[in-house]
């Protein structure tokens, strides 16, 4: 049985990674390969921060993203309590997630799941308002995790590989001329925005995302002003992630100079001492954004396909809770066709 993992993404690699730690726990041959046009540090994660936090996932049902946020934020704790949390880049990290508009902030979608999840006061709200030219209306905080690709990508690359995964660059132009072409049994497809031109998926849109990253290593505090005009601090191991901006439809990967400003400014206004702090550089991603998530099989057909994209601006949020519902949904096809029993 030959399985291809089509894209090298957080969603691709967490999903190949599944996938074959599981065929190896049953004793299965296990023959995985991931298939990718960009690798870390390249990926649309490479340039986020790794927060831990469902957004801008348009109408996914909540249900759904409550259950795969949860297997990350336990898979993360997993890591953290482990010697690789180094590696793996995971930081746990105070949160406060605020707004400026009348949204308010009691019923939070991961309440039960994060750490010591409580609304703010009013007495805190008004602290942190000030002398402040934006009002925070409403407000909650939590410890959360950091999880940033450049470092938690290579760590499972390198678990992949080390149980016998290869990891290919390669480009698929169009998926189904590869799945009726390719000597692969199993294609599991997580090419985020690329589904629009490999699968002709016209749902797919991009939510581009420009960011600045400061050296700031006295920020132990993340924040968030989830409001249309707001802004975002998280910081990661060796620097600080300015936020940032949710452009829909927009494909333009070059770093625009008035969202720099933007980002800096409306960054600098929450946390003053970020003037002094030392621009290291910009940088632009687009978001696979999609009405719904997609994850699902393939019906019909003589080959079993999966689908994994459409993650919005939570695709490492939801890296691991997706890669495990990949791998149910693998094993309830192999055994729909009988394969767990004459091929692994
Ligand atoms: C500025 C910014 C900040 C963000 N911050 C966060 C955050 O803090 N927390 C969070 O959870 N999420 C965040 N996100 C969102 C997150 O980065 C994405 O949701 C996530 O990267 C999606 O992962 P993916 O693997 O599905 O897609 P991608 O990371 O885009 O990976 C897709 C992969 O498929 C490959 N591919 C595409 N087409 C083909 C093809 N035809 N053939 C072969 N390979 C192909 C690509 O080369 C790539 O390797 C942020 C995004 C941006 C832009």
Not at 40 to 45: A, H, K, L, Q, V
Not at 238 to 266: M, W
Request: net charge neutral; hydrophobic share 35%.
């Amino acid at each position: 049985m030959r399985i291809a993992v089509i894209g090298g993404g957080v969603s691709g690699i967490s999903s190949a990674v599944q996938i074959l730690e599981y065929l190896k726990s049953t004793g299965s041959p296990a023959d995985v390969t991931v298939l990718s046009e960009a690798l870390t540090p390249n990926t649309t994660g490479d340039g986020s921060a790794g927060l831990w936090a469902p957004y801008l996932l348009s109408g996914t049902p909540k249900a759904r993203v409550h259950r795969w946020s949860k297997q990350m934020y336990d898979f993360l704790k997993q890591i953290w309590l482990s010697e690789d949390a180094g590696e793996a880049g995971v930081c746990l990290l105070p949160f406060l997630w605020l707004t400026t508009t009348t949204t308010t902030m009691h019923d939070v979608l991961w309440k039960d799941i994060a750490y010591s999840c409580r609304r703010l006061t009013q007495k805190e709200l008004d602290g942190l308002n000030k002398g402040k030219e934006r009002k925070y209306t409403d407000g909650i905080e939590f410890i959360t995790y950091t999880s940033e690709p450049t470092k938690l990508l290579p760590y499972l690359m390198k678990r992949f590989q080390a149980n016998g995964g290869k990891i290919v660059q390669q480009k698929i132009a169009n998926l189904e001329d590869f799945i009726t072409s390719s000597e692969y049994d199993v294609i599991i497809n997580c090419t985020g925005l690329g589904s629009r031109e490999c699968v002709k998926d016209n749902g797919m849109f991009s939510i581009r995302g420009q960011v600045s990253r400061v050296k700031a290593n006295w920020l132990y505090h993340g924040l968030i002003d989830e409001s249309d005009d707001g802004n975002y601090i998280i910081p990661n191991c060796e620097s600080v992630i300015l936020g940032g901006t949710h452009q829909e439809n927009d494909y333009n990967t070059k770093v625009c100079p008035n969202d720099k400003a933007f980002i800096i400014n409306g960054c600098q206004k929450i946390v003053p001492g970020l003037e002094n702090a030392q621009h290291l550089y910009d940088w632009v991603g687009l978001r696979p954004g999609r009405d719904s998530l997609r994850l699902e099989a393939e019906k019909g057909g003589k080959k079993i396909v999966i689908h994994n994209y459409g993650h919005g601006g939570s695709g490492v949020t939801l890296a691991w809770g997706c890669a495990d519902e990949v791998l149910e949904l693998l094993k309830h096809e192999l055994q729909a066709r009988n394969f767990l029993k004459s091929k692994l």
